[in-house]
């Protein structure tokens, strides 16, 4: 059979899109024997030299055969895959996590029912078809809100947040006339993510609950783990995550994102994969959560979860910086990912170590101070 062309691998995992997770995971699975190959239908430039890029269409049926060849199993990095190849492709090869969990994320609707069905409290929020959706929604809310398209949102695109009746006024034309769903605008204390991963046989190996900043909707900043979590914070998160786990019957990592309100959660949404706010691990946590997916996808041991340092994970975004500047600070450790620069353009990330928490955060404050600001302006 036509195996990915590797010299020695284990297990040879084919991956659905081709980004600087794939390109994350590949290297945390190389060295436990795993070869990957990618499906992707543009140019990838982080995968490049992490495995085969079949680069087609996504129903390209020379593609399907060329890609599925030899593998033991299929991921994805990306959750806009079709979930119809998805489910194509679990006819021949095990998909995980299953199609289910990319349905679920990929539309706001159906995330915040699964979340409500779960009993995992979520801020108020409605579907919206029309502009006369939206008024009525808007008296029931009230202001401020925010407007949400149901698919392809990510990075804080695809949405508006609703200030005034002015706002109002044209939003749903404005959001391009698509299916949304009008949240309550949250006045968080933080916002914090807990990240996950659940074996094939569903046990769930919870990383720390960690805080994230964000910067015009990307995510700006880690610092895992979150200070000051309560018993009862980090008990409801890793619940949420585990109920939502075991209703999906998920395999791999993934991770959610939540409002903190006092010492309530409200889940905002789910990532059905590795994320972003998991970064820290791969140089934080004693086992990463990318080699923790390649782990759990290929029905291997998971390694433990647990905190190694105190870690802030800074987002380079829109450039890369002076990685000489970056390298020469204590305790920073850079990940690139070798695509080019472009506003709002995630290209790497520094994660910064310490001793003690207090000492990451002070190292984190000299990092930042060589990274400067994010570049935003009309990002992709
Ligand atoms: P999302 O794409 O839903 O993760 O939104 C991106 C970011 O926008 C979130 O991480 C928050 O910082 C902010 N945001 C989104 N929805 C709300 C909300 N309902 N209330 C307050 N802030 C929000």
Redesign the pocket.
């Known amino acids: 059979m036509n195996r990915v062309p590797v010299p020695v691998a284990d297990h040879h995992v084919g991956i659905l899109g081709g980004g600087q997770l794939g390109r994350m995971l590949a290297e945390a699975g190389r060295p436990l024997g795993v070869a990957f190959r990618f499906w992707a239908p543009g140019a990838a430039e982080s995968i490049a030299g992490f495995g085969e890029h079949i680069r087609a269409d996504w129903d390209d049926d020379a593609a399907f055969e060329r890609f599925l060849a030899g593998l033991d199993v299929v991921t994805w990095e990306f959750e806009n895959v079709p979930v119809s190849l998805a489910h194509r492709i679990g006819e021949f090869v095990p998909v995980r996590p299953g199609p289910a969990a990319l349905d679920v994320a990929q539309d706001r609707l159906s995330e915040k029912t699964r979340f409500e069905s779960l009993g995992i409290a979520t ?1 108020a929020w409605l579907p919206i078809d029309g502009q006369g959706a939206l008024e009525s929604a808007i008296a029931e809310i009230g202001l401020p ?2 407007l ?1 398209k149901r698919r392809f ?4 695109k695809g ?1 508006e ?1 609703l200030r005034s009746e002015a706002d109002v006024a044209g939003a749903f034309e404005r959001i391009g006339a698509v299916p949304c769903i009008l ?6 204390d933080r ?1 914090v993510s807990l990240v996950a991963v659940r074996t094939i046989d569903g046990r769930v190996h919870p990383y720390p609950l960690v805080e ?1 900043t ?1 910067v015009e ?1 990307i ?1 700006s900043r880690t610092d895992a783990p979150a200070a000051a979590v309560s018993d009862g914070v980090r008990a409801r998160a890793e619940e949420a995550v585990r109920a939502l786990a075991d209703s999906l019957d998920y395999v791999g990592t993934l991770a959610v ?1 939540f ?1 903190q309100v006092g010492d309530e959660l409200l889940a ?2 789910m990532a059905p994969r590795v994320h972003n706010s998991g970064h820290w691990s791969q140089d934080g946590a004693v086992t990463s959560q990318f080699e923790n997916h390649v782990r759990a996808v290929c029905g291997l041991p998971l390694g433990p979860t647990s905190v190694a340092w105190p870690t802030v994970m800074l987002n380079l975004i829109g450039r890369r910086g002076d990685p000489e500047a970056l390298l020469a600070c204590d305790g920073a450790r850079l990940h690139d990912y070798g695509k080019s620069e472009r506003p709002g353009r995630k290209v790497g990330h520094v994660n910064v170590l310490g001793s003690t928490r207090d000492a990451a955060l002070e190292r984190a404050e000299v990092v930042r101070g060589v990274i400067g600001e994010p570049e935003l302006a009309g990002g992709s």
């Open positions: 801020n809100a925010v949400k949102g990510y990075d804080g949405q947040v949240e309550a605008f949250v006045p968080f916002e994230n964000h909707g995510l994102e409002f905002n949404e």
